[in-house]
Structure formats: structure tokens, C-alpha cells
């Protein structure tokens, strides 16, 4: 079936907002998940019967702080990047603003030969 332009459109917007949520809550999980781990195994019986006399369970916790430490610098450089990308945008649309206003035309100069 054919549909018309609008619900082509319409069902686009739709289908990447249902993206963005899922993109949104995968982050969610993904961030909240190592901080379970460190919460719930915090408090752990170490156990020293491995080689080195480490314990297993702290090495994976330092695991999941290290890949806290990473996510976090990069979710701060990526909204630092959206931010000047916005701020960049207003400028630039300001500036087309005056462009525009300051021409000749806009400000009825006579042209005499």
C-alpha cells in the first residue's frame, strides 16, 4: 500500500524517536550496571587462594571503576562537543540575522550613477 507524504514523514519521526529511547535506555543500563556491581560486592569475603594472593572480586571491581572513569570522560567530551555544536549554531544563525538586515537593499541606500 501506498501512503501519503505526510504519514511517510509522520512514521519516521516515530520510528527514530522509538531509536533514540532505546539508544537511551541502553545507556541507562549500561552506566548503572557497574555501579551495581561495585555497590553490591563492596562488602566481600576476600579470597586469597589464587597465585599471586589477589583477590578476584577486587580486581573486578577495579575493572568496573576503571570502566566508570572512561564512560564518564566520554559522556563529558560528548556533551562539551553538542554544547559548542548549539552554541555554534546560534552564532552563526545570529550572525546570518545581521547579514541579512545590513544590506543595501534592507537599508534603502540610493544608488545614484
Given at each position: 500500500m501506498c501512503c501519503t507524504q505526510k504519514n511517510c514523514i509522520n512514521s519516521r519521526n516515530i520510528k527514530k524517536r522509538v531509536i533514540a529511547l532505546i539508544f537511551l535506555v541502553c545507556f541507562?543500563?549500561?552506566?548503572?550496571?557497574?555501579?551495581?556491581?561495585i555497590l553490591t560486592h563492596a562488602n566481600h569475603d576476600h579470597d586469597r587462594k589464587s597465585l599471586d594472593n589477589s583477590c578476584s572480586i577486587c580486581a573486578?571491581?577495579?575493572?568496573?571503576?576503571?570502566?566508570?572513569k572512561q564512560f564518564r570522560s566520554a559522556t563529558k567530551i560528548t556533551v562539551f562537543a553538542l554544547f559548542m555544536h548549539i552554541f555554534s549554531i546560534l552564532v552563526l544563525t545570529y550572525f546570518r540575522c545581521q547579514a541579512i538586515s545590513l544590506t543595501l537593499v534592507a537599508l534603502k541606500v540610493r544608488m545614484n550613477n
Amino acid at each position: 500500500m501506498c501512503c501519503t507524504q505526510k504519514n511517510c514523514i509522520n512514521s519516521r519521526n516515530i520510528k527514530k524517536r522509538v531509536i533514540a529511547l532505546i539508544f537511551l535506555v541502553c545507556f541507562v543500563i549500561v552506566s548503572l550496571l557497574p555501579e551495581v556491581f561495585i555497590l553490591t560486592h563492596a562488602n566481600h569475603d576476600h579470597d586469597r587462594k589464587s597465585l599471586d594472593n589477589s583477590c578476584s572480586i577486587c580486581a573486578k571491581i577495579q575493572d568496573a571503576e576503571s570502566i566508570l572513569k572512561q564512560f564518564r570522560s566520554a559522556t563529558k567530551i560528548t556533551v562539551f562537543a553538542l554544547f559548542m555544536h548549539i552554541f555554534s549554531i546560534l552564532v552563526l544563525t545570529y550572525f546570518r540575522c545581521q547579514a541579512i538586515s545590513l544590506t543595501l537593499v534592507a537599508l534603502k541606500v540610493r544608488m545614484n550613477n
